[in-house]
């Protein structure tokens, strides 16, 4: 038998469909015949080649990502086959893939952060990921059963749910009290919207360019959204939070973004900086000082904190983010969207 994948023959390419014969799962491999994956910007900024680092320098990913490359990095399956050693879960169950699978030696993975290895084996990045019609995970400790989640609509939790939730976490307590600054409402943007209440938060003031996502914000339940063009921006956003703003998520990650968030931080503050649209920003040292600002980079999230989020769904709901559902033969078509802006909420590619 014969699966399926679409594949990155190189930067800037178009995928391309390749047939191979359906693995046979040895050790504790489990072989899953993927249910919906999602398409995250990242994987643009993988198509593209590297990151904008700002002041006209770029870190290529040149060497860092093999071809052909099957991306897809948010997915669910359904298991077909299981390896001899694999114990814990069985065919038939359907299941979250957590991709952020490390070396397992390390001391980020000795500690459970396997997010952060620095010989990461992430499915979708540096191994064959879910833009296929099946996929391998090296073991069933990456897979998460989703009893009770509909598999299409819990596959977006593996990277743009954990990377929100664990980013949500480092506003700490205060988080029930004051609502939070987030800009941009893309894939990202609409999941935080929604963890803010799963997590039991204030609530969201949102910065988005597109008017027609700060409309699909305030329908998710945001307290505003803002334009970020508007000359009184720092005004509207002041007016909103209604309290001294002390924690900003960046989704976006351009230096207008990070500047705009840090230099709306009041005492005590933190600027959680996430996306990576890419660029640099100035900043004024001593305001950093005086303020006793934290500007902090948050990354994916562990898979243990992947497991918390799940049980958190189980229990409070799943967040409900604009969900477009796609052919896996349309994942070129996916891609560009999300590159020029047009995709509302996020694209999962459905085989
Ligand atoms: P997306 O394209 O779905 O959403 C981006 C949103 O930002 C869009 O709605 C866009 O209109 C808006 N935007 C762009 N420029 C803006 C600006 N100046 N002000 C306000 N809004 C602006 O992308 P996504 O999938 O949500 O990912 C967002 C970023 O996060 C990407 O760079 C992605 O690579 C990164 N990311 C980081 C991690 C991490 O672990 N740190 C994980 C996943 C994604």
């Known amino acids: 038998m014969n699966m399926r994948c679409f594949h990155l023959p190189g930067f800037r390419a178009k995928l391309v469909p390749a047939d191979k014969p359906l693995p046979q799962p ?15 910007h990242s994987d643009v900024h993988i198509w ?24 897809g990095h948010e997915s669910s399956g359904q298991v077909v086959a299981v390896g001899p050693d694999s114990k814990d879960v069985k065919v038939g169950d359907k299941c979250l893939i957590c991709s952020w699978i490390g070396c397992r030696e390390c001391a980020f993975c000795k500690q459970g952060d396997e997010h952060l290895c620095t010989a990461p084996r992430f499915l979708g ?18 897979l998460i059963d989703l009893k009770g989640v509909d598999p299409v609509a819990a596959a977006p939790l593996a990277c743009s749910g954990l990377t929100t939730y664990s980013a949500l976490k480092k506003a700490g307590p205060r988080l029930a009290d004051d609502p939070v ?10 999941m935080a919207i929604n963890l803010v209440r799963v997590m039991g938060g204030k609530g969201a003031v949102v910065v988005e360019l597109d008017p027609l996502k700060r409309k699909a914000a305030l329908d998710a339940g945001a307290i505003a959204a803002i334009d970020p063009k508007a000359p009184d921006v720092d005004k509207q956003i002041r007016h909103e939070l209604g309290a001294p703003v002390y924690f900003v998520l960046d989704l976006v990650g351009s230096g207008e973004t990070a500047a705009l968030g840090f230099r ?14 890419g660029g640099a920003m100035s900043l004024s040292v001593p305001m950093v000082t005086m303020r006793a600002a934290s500007i902090v980079g948050s990354y994916i999230g562990s898979p243990g904190e ?21 052919r896996l033969e349309d994942a070129n078509e ?7 802006g047009k995709v509302m909420g996020r694209v999962v590619l459905v085989p």
């Open 26 to 40: 040895t050790g504790s491999e489990v072989v899953l015949k993927v249910l919906a994956a999602g398409v995250c």
């Open 48 to 71: 593209e080649g590297g990151y904008d680092l700002g002041n006209d320098q770029t870190m290529s990913f040149e060497g860092r990502v093999k071809f052909p490359l099957t991306m």
């Open 181 to 190: 600054l987030v800009i941009g409402a893309g894939g990202l943007g609409m």
């Open 306 to 326: 992947l497991r918390e989020l799940v049980q958190l769904v189980q229990t409070k709901g799943m967040p409900v983010i604009p969900l477009d559902k796609r």
């Open 334 to 340: 996916a891609l560009a969207d999300l590159r020029a």
């Open 125 to 142: 990045v540096n191994r064959e990921g879910g833009y296929a019609d099946h996929i391998v995970v090296p073991h069933d400790r990456y």
């Open 264 to 277: 709306l931080l009041d005492k005590g503050g933190k600027l959680v900086v996430v996306g990576l649209f």
